[in-house]
């Protein structure tokens, strides 16, 4: 089992930037891919970034240029840097890895990101 625990979200102003975490226990080695998705009120999760086991990041294409994502290994711990935020970008934003030889998921509890015009 892999447990994710996100910390981070908060109240922006357009333009501004946050950092979101996404701390990992459990089986932490078998874990292939972790990302970012959000969900914004009415409208269905989408993913935001991904980065792979090997270091591979992709991004959506509404975010690429502003956000970045990351990881330290060393403290179990992926990062999402969210600069020049819209009022667009406003969502819940959900961790997620990809384990297992099952390719199991495993996702945070989430976390509220409101970006204010």
């Known amino acids: 089992q892999v447990q994710l625990v996100e910390s981070g979200g908060g109240l922006v102003q357009a333009g501004g930037s946050l950092r979101l975490s996404c701390a990992a226990s459990g089986s932490i080695f078998s874990i292939y891919a972790m990302g970012w998705y959000r969900q914004a009120p009415g409208k269905q999760r989408e993913l935001v970034a991904l980065i792979t086991s090997t270091g591979s990041t992709n991004y959506a294409a509404s975010v690429k240029g502003r956000f970045t994502i990351s990881r330290d290994s060393a403290k179990n711990t992926m990062y999402l840097q969210m600069n020049s935020l819209k009022p667009e970008d406003t969502a819940i934003y959900y961790c997620?890895?990809?384990?297992?030889?099952?390719?199991?998921?495993?996702w945070g509890q989430g976390t509220q990101v409101t970006v204010s015009s």
């Open positions: 997620n890895a990809r384990w297992g030889v099952k390719y199991s998921d495993s």
